[in-house]
């Protein structure tokens, strides 16, 4: 067991390596299927031992082999990060289940990576994430369809409505991944979107008191969606008890 997990460490890790050069390439209208990668410095070919997931950064000391510039953390923090997403769903629905979970979890990274950028969502990524979902529950075999469209329909009502009242607090781009979310994780979207609300609106007074935003400010949402939504299918369970001993003591 412990091999079989390192074993999907080690892909989540290359998973999240890849969903890093994905979205930048992405943001940067880049071929990110034929293209070989680069150093983002000196565009010289990475080499095949410059591309393994964490051991190549600490063999190179975070830096690169030709230019010696140093490497963005980022992309050490995305690998981790990638290693972490794909063991959370491995322990929580099994190996093949949890793959498929980790493939929506990582649709979920690229598009918040793009639209922190370019505050834009692509629909292809929302169609690709929503085949996943779609293998997700049939696997599963949760045919609670009539539940999980009301929890799809729902929350796009309620942001449409805030979108009409108070102008555009929301994108459309925003609103089409609620309602994916709500088909996916049914009535743990409401978790997810008080999630994204509250850390949203934490980043948000950051900015007005470091003073780098005004109230007219537009600031991405999708990224503080995407943490909700997997914050919300990965543990709220833990964070209902946590809820109630809080409520209780």
């Not at 959370?88 to 929506?104: E, K, P, R, S």
């Not at 979920?108 to 169609?127: F, H, P, Q, R, S």
């Not at 979107?193 to 999708?222: E, N």
Request: aromatic share 14%; charged share 15%; with cysteine.
């Amino acid at each position: 067991m412990e091999v079989q997990l390192l074993v999907c460490f080690g892909l989540g890790c290359c998973m999240g390596s890849f969903v890093n050069a994905l979205a930048w390439r992405m943001v940067r209208h880049m071929d990110f299927v034929w293209s070989r990668s680069v150093c983002p410095h000196c565009a010289h070919p990475l080499a095949w031992f410059e591309l393994i997931p964490l051991v190549s950064w600490v063999l190179m000391r975070g830096r690169c082999r030709i230019c010696h510039q140093p490497i963005s953390l980022r992309y050490v923090w995305m690998e981790l990060a990638g290693g972490w997403i794909t063991l959370a769903c491995v322990l929580q629905d099994g190996v093949w289940i949890g793959l498929i979970a980790a493939c929506i979890l990582f649709g979920l990274v690229a598009i918040a990576l793009i639209d922190w950028e370019t505050m834009y969502i692509y629909d292809g990524m929302l169609v690709v994430m929503g085949i996943w979902i779609v293998f997700y529950i049939l696997l599963n075999q949760d045919w609670l369809l009539i539940q999980r469209f009301f929890h799809m329909i729902l929350p796009v009502l309620l942001m449409r409505g805030l979108r009409m009242l108070v102008g555009d607090c929301f994108g459309r781009g925003d609103i089409k991944l609620v309602a994916l979310g709500g088909f996916w994780l049914s009535e743990r979207i409401w978790m997810a979107l008080v999630l994204a609300l509250l850390s949203g609106g934490v980043y948000a007074l950051f900015l007005l008191m470091k003073q780098r935003a005004t109230h007219d400010t537009k600031i991405p949402f999708a990224p503080f969606l995407a943490f909700g939504m997997i914050t919300a299918f990965l543990y709220s369970e833990h964070l209902l008890d946590w809820y109630r001993y809080c409520i209780i003591y």
